[in-house]
């Protein structure tokens, strides 16, 4: 089993920024990807940004490209997802999500329960 605890969220306005935190513990040797999603209110939850644990490699999502940058301390066991440039579409409770596989929403077999984040105008 792998826990997952989000901190960081908060309420700011737009042109801020936000870094948010995900301490991982319990077996996580065998997770291959983590990755921050977001849901906002009546929308599907999708995949902001997601890093391979063994290459390193990142994926984000178009509408944050430039503007989040996701990255992992090792020694800490922590994935962090820095904002900013942030807009009231960001508005949305963000969620830190492992797998042993893909970073797909299928695939993620372990969640946070969430950090909110609201970007008021």
């Known amino acids: 089993q792998v826990q997952l605890v989000e901190s960081g969220g908060d309420s700011v306005q737009a042109g801020g920024s936000l870094r948010l935190s995900c301490a991982a513990s319990?077996?996580?040797?065998?997770?291959?990807?983590m990755a921050w999603f977001r849901q906002a209110p009546g929308k599907e939850r999708e995949r902001v940004a997601a890093?391979?644990?063994?290459?390193?490699?990142?994926l984000y999502a178009d509408s944050v490209k430039g503007r989040f940058t996701i990255s992992r301390d090792n020694a800490k066991n922590t994935l962090y997802l820095q904002m900013s440039s942030l807009q009231p579409d960001d508005t949305a409770m963000y969620y830190c999500?492992?797998?042993?596989?893909?970073?797909?929403?299928?695939?993620?077999?372990?969640w946070g329960k969430g950090t909110l984040v609201t970007i008021s105008s």
């Open positions: 999500a492992a797998s042993v596989r893909y970073c797909n929403l299928n695939d993620v077999g372990y």
């Open positions: 890093i391979y644990t063994r290459s390193g490699a990142k």
């Open positions: 319990g077996y996580t040797v065998n997770v291959a990807c």
